[in-house]
Nanobody
Framework: QVQLVESGGGLVQAGGSLRLSCAAS????????MRWYRQAPGKQRELVAA???????NYADSVKGRFTISRDNAKNTVYLQMNSLKPEDTGDYYC???????????????WGQGTQVTVSS
């Protein structure tokens, strides 16, 4: 099995920063794309940022210039550095990764349990 565990959420004032981490563990052979999603109260889950295995990145328009996604392939970990936070960034942040398990063919998506981010005005 593959487990994703997020950390780093919390309460921060508007304009502040947080750094989220998501560590993948288990019988992992390879990880392709890794992503951060968020879900605000009463809203659908949305893609915030994505990074490929080669390091290409994409961001939602709402976070461009403020958030930075990165990864450490040796640690199977993805990060989300969030600066200049706004109250509308509040929500549960989820890590998602396309991983292939040892001795298995093909990749499938795995999700973490989420970490809460609250930005006060």
């Amino acid at each position: 099995q593959v487990q994703l565990v997020e950390s780093g959420g919390g309460l921060v004032q508007a304009g502040g920063s947080l750094r989220l981490s998501c560590a993948a563990s288990g019988s992992i052979a390879s990880i392709n794309d890794m992503r951060w999603y968020r879900q605000a109260p009463g809203k659908q889950r949305e893609l915030v940022a994505a990074i490929t295995g080669g390091g290409n990145v994409n961001y939602a328009d709402s976070v461009k210039g403020r958030f930075t996604i990165s990864r450490d392939n040796a640690k199977n970990t993805v990060y989300l550095q969030m600066n200049s936070l706004k109250p509308e960034d509040t929500g549960d942040y989820y890590c998602n990764a396309d991983a292939r398990r040892v001795a298995q063919y093909g990749f499938r998506g795995y999700w973490g349990q989420g970490t809460q981010v609250t930005v006060s005005s």
